[in-house]
């Protein structure tokens, strides 16, 4: 009996190292690595059809943010802005439910189509802003 409790003791505590090894290793920092303007979204939210020029008759307007690192705590947030009038068109927040990288997609959708002119995206991490992309509409 007092072999077995040594045998269970030391394979606990193998155990317990092991995982505090691993929760040593740090992901690395949260960051953007890419951010896209497309016409489309693939199912893994990848761009499809990159462009910055689309047609006035487009009702739907996609942008794919490739992140890193992100984590239950962050908040990842686009905001869509009409430049030719400064108009605050829509905001959106992405709150991811586990840790990872990879793809976000964010959409804006005008049923009547888009108004011509120059627009542009802010993308922000926990409300600081990263990076601007922009668009038009001819």
Known sequence: MKTKTI?????????????????LLEAGPLEISEVTVCQDLD????????????????????????????????????????????????????????????YVGFSLTIDEGFPSGRYNALVYINDEIVETVEFKVE
Do not use: M
Request: proline letters at 5%.
């Open 7 to 23: 045998i269970f003791i030391a394979i606990t505590a193998l155990a317990l190292t092991s995982l505090a090894g691993c929760t």
């Open 43 to 102: 199912t893994e939210y990848k761009p499809v059809g990159p462009t910055d020029t689309f047609s006035a008759e487009t009702q739907i307007i996609n942008i794919s943010v490739k992140v890193d690192n992100i984590t239950p705590e962050d908040k990842l947030t686009t905001r869509w802005n009409y430049v030719e009038t400064g108009e605050d068109i829509d905001t959106t927040d992405f709150y991811p439910e586990e840790s990872g990288s990879g």
